[in-house]
């Protein structure tokens, strides 16, 4: 059993910045993972990026370079810089890790709004 606890949400305003961080009571590096899907109002479930054990980073088109996905394996701990934020990456971020199972955090707020 994986216990993943997001962090650092809020509301910023557009062109500001917030990192957040989700860390996990167990391993979560690996091929598949660990990753950050956002889920905004009316809105499915999206994935915004992943990086992977091998050092792999993908990320959706429309956050490449704005937002950096990073980890320290030490710390279990995935994070993901969001620079340049726009109102469309308004959304719910979740974090996700995959160890025999997929396993979800509990979701950060992140609103974007002057």
Do not use: H
């Not at 890790?97 to 992140?110: K, L, S």
Request: include cysteine; hydrophobic fraction near 35%.
């Amino acid at each position: 059993q994986v216990q993943l606890v997001e962090s650092g949400g809020g509301l910023v305003q557009p062109g500001g910045s917030l990192r957040l961080s989700c860390e996990a009571s167990g391993s979560i590096f690996n091929a598949v993972g660990p990753a950050w899907f956002r889920q905004g109002v009316g809105k499915q479930r999206e994935l915004v990026a992943r990086t992977t054990a091998a050092g792999r980073r993908d990320y959706a088109d429309s956050v490449k370079g704005r937002f950096t996905i990073s980890g320290d394996r030490a710390k279990n701990t995935v994070y993901l810089q969001m620079n340049d934020l726009k109102p469309e990456d308004t959304a719910v971020y979740y974090c996700f890790a995959w160890n025999q199972r997929d396993y979800w955090g509990q979701g950060t707020q992140v609103t974007v709004s002057s």
